[in-house]
């Protein structure tokens, strides 16, 4: 778990170049964005770094948009980040589940609208950062956690106020990951 760049990492996935272009034209101000034409080049992208955002076609060649994002979601690394699906085609309900199913966050159509896409990705990245914030907790307290517990172990069954706050410390990592679990799952 790497910590996001000062400009968060967008993963823009679209076969059609001139979509690339648009959608960094839009976003290039305000993210570091890595750009791929198909779903192989995703996650060979996915693979080698982690993503606050994936804005990803549904329609390509190959390895399409479902597919993608099934595979996406495999990742460690990518298993909370938001997935928002684009398409000019595909919005009729059945499709636009057929997305939800696949891993998608949300939906958006093509054309885009430029501030919507902005306010989109804008709140995705910060739900994304919080996520990442809680994770970074939880493993900070993951670490103290086992100290504790190696202490505990060294000092002997006598200590009751050490087994106190080792349950504490317990207790606290569980809600925290009770409070990240429901957000993008």
Same mark, same amino acid.
């Given at each position: 778990?790497?910590?996001?760049?000062?400009?968060?990492?967008?993963?823009?996935?679209?076969?059609?170049?001139?979509?690339? &272009?648009?959608?960094?034209?839009?976003?290039? !101000?305000?993210? =570091?964005?890595?750009?791929? *034409?198909?779903?192989? +080049?995703? %996650?060979?992208?996915?693979?080698?770094?982690?993503?606050?955002?994936?804005?990803?076609?549904?329609?390509?060649?190959?390895?399409?948009?479902?597919?993608?994002?099934?595979?996406?979601?495999?990742?460690?690394?990518?298993?909370?980040?938001?997935?928002?699906?684009?398409?000019?085609?595909?919005?009729?309900? &059945?499709?636009?589940?057929?997305?939800?199913? !696949?891993?998608? =966050?949300?939906?958006?159509? *093509?054309?885009?609208? +430029?501030? %919507?896409?902005?306010?989109?990705?804008?709140?995705?990245?910060?739900?994304?950062?919080?996520?990442?914030?809680?994770?970074?907790?939880?493993?900070?307290?993951?670490?103290?956690?086992?100290?504790?517990?190696?202490?505990?172990?060294?000092?002997?069954?006598?200590?009751?106020?050490?087994?106190?706050?080792?349950?504490?410390?317990?207790?606290?990592?569980?809600?925290?990951?009770?409070?990240?679990?429901?957000?993008?799952?």
């Amino acid at each position: 778990m790497t910590p996001q760049p000062q400009k968060p990492r967008v993963l823009i996935v679209d076969d059609r170049e001139a979509n690339r &272009i648009a959608y960094e034209s839009v976003l290039a !101000a305000d993210y =570091t964005l890595s750009l791929a *034409s198909g779903g192989r +080049e995703a %996650l060979a992208l996915a693979g080698a770094q982690e993503f606050a955002v994936v804005l990803l076609d549904v329609r390509m060649p190959g390895m399409g948009g479902y597919e993608t994002a099934e595979e996406l979601r495999k990742l460690e690394t990518m298993r909370y980040t938001p997935i928002i699906f684009m398409s000019a085609y595909d919005q009729d309900v &059945i499709e636009v589940r057929r997305c939800y199913v !696949a891993g998608a =966050t949300d939906f958006v159509s *093509s054309p885009v609208d +430029e501030e %919507l896409l902005k306010f989109k990705v804008a709140a995705y990245v910060q739900i994304f950062l919080r996520n990442e914030a809680l994770r970074i907790q939880i493993h900070g307290l993951g670490n103290m956690l086992q100290q504790l517990q190696a202490e505990l172990n060294r000092r002997g069954p006598t200590e009751g106020t050490l087994r106190l706050k080792v349950a504490q410390l317990e207790e606290a990592i569980e809600d925290l990951k009770r409070q990240m679990a429901p957000a993008l799952t």
